[in-house]
């Protein structure tokens, strides 16, 4: 019995450290959003950079609904065809010390 309780809380333990891991940078939140979207290649081959129109020009925006958010462009960007579009432009909270990505829309 001792044995079985060892190996969930290991298990419970890599689990966590691996969620930690995922959310402890803003580009390694967006590649995580990237992957489960159902991006794998992008996620990896994609460069991210911080998209300073949209931090600059939507900042009261960001105050408003995301506190402590930036928004951010991946220069070779998934394309969705339901939508028929590209999705290049993502914002990333901050949550105390963790990173959650979401999509921002088209420019």
């Known amino acids: 019995m ?3 309780i060892r190996i969930i809380a290991v298990i419970i333990i890599v689990v ?3 969620f930690l891991l995922l959310h402890s940078t803003p580009k390694m939140a967006i590649r ?3 992957l489960f979207m159902g991006y794998p ?3 990896f081959t994609s460069d991210i950079y911080e998209y300073k129109y949209h931090n600059k020009v939507d900042k009261n925006n960001f105050i408003k609904f995301y506190p402590n958010a ?3 462009t991946l220069t070779k960007p998934p394309f ?3 939508t028929e579009s590209e ?3 993502y914002i990333v909270r901050k949550s105390g010390f963790l990173y959650f990505a979401d ?3 088209e420019t």
């Open 87 to 89: 999705l290049s432009n």
């Open 103 to 105: 999509i921002y829309g």
């Open 41 to 43: 290649i992008e996620s």
């Open 80 to 82: 969705e065809k339901e």
């Open 32 to 34: 995580t959003h990237v």
């Open 16 to 18: 966590v450290v691996i």
């Open 70 to 72: 930036k928004a951010y």
């Open 2 to 4: 001792k044995k079985i």
